[in-house]
């Protein structure tokens, strides 16, 4: 809960810095987003977990005719491939702090754009590898590429709808990374500009 305070109030702050330094003939628009995805575990991951799902607070600033820089922070969690004898109680779950930008081809009713994003995951886990039960909390470089389309429903509120590639290094001595494919649909609403 205090990472998500935290989050905030830097974005509001940033929000209200940058938002003056902008130009008169650029419009500027600041959103808040709340997505749910559903995430496909694919590579060596998907022997272990195959699928998952989550969920992500995002602010994002549109400060050009195209571009958007985005604060992200959310939950997800994986369940283990049945296949697999882990024991009790198998858990992994990722805490994502990620920021990255956004190109928008049009930035009207349906407005289609591409991300990348980057950051860190605190990630939890607790399994078996090789007969050996690990019970973690550690942090791991992430990033994420995707496409998505925004659609304003009204002047405030829209919808977000995206697909991304997630790849998540977990151990950089072993091909070993949380990779996945990422759909979502989220709730979009606008807090200054237009």
Same mark, same amino acid.
């Given at each position: 809960?205090?990472?998500? +305070? ?28 709340? &997505? ?13 977990? &195959? ?13 050009? &005719? ?24 198998? %858990? ?8 990255? /930008? ?12 591409? +991300? ?9 886990? %607790? ?18 590429? /995707? ?9 405030? +509120? ?22 996945? +494919? ?13």
């Amino acid at each position: 809960m205090k990472i998500i +305070l935290i989050f905030t109030v830097v974005s509001l702050c940033y929000s209200g810095v940058y938002g003056q330094s902008i130009p008169n003939e650029v419009s500027s628009e600041s959103f808040i987003t709340l &997505n749910g995805s559903a995430i496909s575990s694919i590579g060596h991951f998907e022997e272990d977990w &195959n699928k998952g799902g989550g969920f992500f607070l995002n602010y994002s600033n549109v400060y050009s &005719n195209h571009w958007a820089l985005v604060f992200q922070i959310g939950f997800m969690k994986f369940k283990h491939n049945a296949e697999q004898d882990f024991g009790e109680d198998p %858990k992994f779950t990722a805490i994502p702090l990620q920021v990255g /930008g956004r190109y928008y081809f049009l930035l009207d009713m349906f407005r289609p754009y591409m +991300l990348a994003m980057s950051g860190v995951n605190i990630v939890s886990q %607790k399994y078996s590898i090789e007969g050996v039960a690990v019970d973690t909390t550690s942090s791991h470089l992430n990033f994420q590429i /995707g496409v998505g389309v925004d659609i304003m429903l009204f002047s405030q +509120l829209g919808l977000d709808l995206h697909a991304n590639y997630n790849s998540h290094l977990l151990d950089p001595t072993e091909p070993y990374n949380m990779t996945g +494919l990422e759909y979502g649909v989220g709730i979009k609403w606008r807090i200054s500009g237009e």
